[in-house]
């Protein structure tokens, strides 16, 4: 919950992005709570009765909003927002919502490419091994960006659920939108301009999905590495 809070706080902060104000935050046990303005329905309810140029219209919204995310300074790690400058667990649909690390950025690629390692010694003998690429750099991505996530209020669109916001690949926002797009099955006129909105990452999201639900299952080197690292006195670098 509070990785949350501090992505809404840190989003409020730096960009025009209308968010539901977060009226008190606090934890009860076990459990975390927020309590949030209420803002207008879901655009899942009434997408497919908007016109097409109001369809348009909401995609072209939302590029904008991914433009100044993605001019939020970087911080010096991956993963969720951090206010006292230590890395914390990465957790995301892209990771199948499972937490890992934390990393560095080079851990980060690392823990990727072995996992990439992992399956691909399943593929077929003539299959090539695909190494991440990061040449479209790291960014402030949302991760569940969908007509669930999205409401409309007083002729302004909203954006809700920051629970997995936070610096990773670039190319993250437009992925989650495609494995939302599939687990809701939204229609096509949302689906096919999701590369208008997020950038056309062609494949990012088949090379992830290779990996499947090892990314649940298998504990990684790089992760024992970090364990290793974080016992030491030395921490693990971050750049």
């Known amino acids: 919950m509070w990785d949350e809070v501090e992505a809404i706080n840190l989003v409020s902060e730096t960009t025009t992005i209308p968010i539901p104000k977060i009226l008190r935050a606090f934890e009860h046990g076990a459990d975390g709570y927020m309590v949030m303005d209420y803002v207008g329905g879901a655009l899942l309810h009434v997408w497919r009765a908007l016109r097409k140029e109001d369809q348009s219209s909401v995609a072209e919204t939302l590029r904008g909003y991914i433009d100044q995310l993605r001019a939020i300074p970087l911080q010096d790690f991956p993963g969720p927002v951090s206010n006292n400058l230590k890395p914390k667990r990465c957790h995301c649909p892209q990771f199948r919502d499972k937490m890992r690390g934390p990393f560095d950025y080079s851990l980060f690629e690392e823990f990727l490419n072995e996992m990439e390692g992992i399956c691909y ?25 969908g007509l669930r996530n999205i409401f409309a209020d007083d002729g302004k669109i909203y954006l809700s659920n920051w629970a997995d916001a936070g610096f990773y690949p670039m190319w993250f926002d437009a992925v989650g939108m495609e494995m939302i797009a599939e687990e809701t099955r939204a229609p096509r006129s949302w689906s096919d301009r999701i590369p208008n909105i997020a950038g056309d990452f062609a494949g990012k999201k088949d090379w992830l999905d290779r990996m499947g639900y090892q990314l649940m299952l298998h504990r990684t080197k790089t992760e024992a590495k970090i364990r290793k690292l974080q016992s030491s006195s030395c921490g693990f670098g971050m750049r």
Not at 123 to 131: D, M
């Open 121 to 145: 010694v399943e593929l077929p003998p003539a299959s090539e091994r695909q190494l991440f690429d990061g040449s479209s750099g790291y960014a402030f991505t949302h991760n569940n960006i």
